[in-house]
């Protein structure tokens, strides 16, 4: 009887202990990626809004552009009725020419009185007569202001596109009313596309301004390259509200199961492929990859098409 384990026997059981610290190994490091690596499915596409709106009030009387159109700054997107305003345009016009007329009579005759000595008129008589051509000089200021007004406010109902970008669900239509400062043109910036990730609380602290970051945009066959541009300072607390007397509103039941908060990250693009359609809303995956030490030092690219 052989005191030593047999060949076999060692082998099985040098197998069993790699497996074995191979599945904990490989626990730990699911763990260890799933609960705290910087990561998440959790993404979205976003870019920023201009919300159109008329400077001045009135009837649309042509449309110009469609549904999803690329436009350029400068494009004009519809154009209110001008009628009143070339109206307006023309009485500020005659107002100012009558304006310009008393100034011009009451500007010859101070002239005439401060000719005339003082045993043909009074002094009182010259400066009523010079406030009266000071009140006309006032006028004829104010109505050359309102002018310029009528002329900025023809020129306002021409409304044209502020950056370059995309309409997005148009329902505008000619013969609409539009008032002065209402919205309504939406407007997707082109060059403002960049993507928020929303990471559990548990993976900030391996998450730096100035990261390099990876992108998958679902439905997308390769990734983009991105850095973390900042992350955000302020969530919703969900378990307190302001009360009565400007106290607080807490709430008293607590859940044992305590779910990791979910923190916005904004993400800037460094360069996006001419093939790939970027869509605010649009879901993604974002791989915070490196330090902010590792990030290639390359000259940044506005995002966006």
Known sequence: MTLFPSFRTVVRIAVTL????????????????????????????????????????????????????????????FVVDP???????EQAQANLDSAKAELAYRTAEARRYEQLGTNVVSTAQKQEVAS???K????????????????????????????DGYVTNLQMKAGNYVAAGQAVVALIDSHSFYVIGYFE?????????????????????????????SITRAIVDRDRAEGSGLLANVNPTFNWVRLAQRIPVRIALD??????????????????IGSPDSAPKVAQLPAGQ
């Open 201 to 229: 609380e548990t993976k900030l602290p391996r998450i730096h301004v100035g990261a390099p970051v990876s992108v998958r945009i679902m439905g997308a066959g390769a990734d983009l390259r991105g850095r973390v541009d």
């Open 136 to 163: 006309a000089a006032a006028a004829a200021k104010q109505t050359e202001a309102a002018l310029d007004l009528a002329r900025f406010n023809l020129e306002r109902t021409e409304v044209k596109a502020t950056v």
């Open 18 to 77: 790699l497996v074995t610290v191979a599945a904990a190994g490989s626990g730990l490091w699911l763990w260890d990626y799933y609960m705290n690596e910087p990561w998440t499915r959790d993404g979205r596409v976003r870019a920023d809004i201009v919300q159109v709106s008329p400077d001045v009030a009135g009837l649309v009387t042509d449309v110009r552009v469609t549904d999803n159109q690329l436009v350029r700054k400068g494009d004009l997107l």
């Open 271 to 288: 360069e996006v492929p001419d093939g790939l359609q970027l869509v605010a809303g649009r879901t993604a995956t974002v791989s915070v």
């Open 83 to 89: 009628g009143r305003y070339k109206l307006a345009v």
């Open 132 to 134: 009266a051509m000071s």
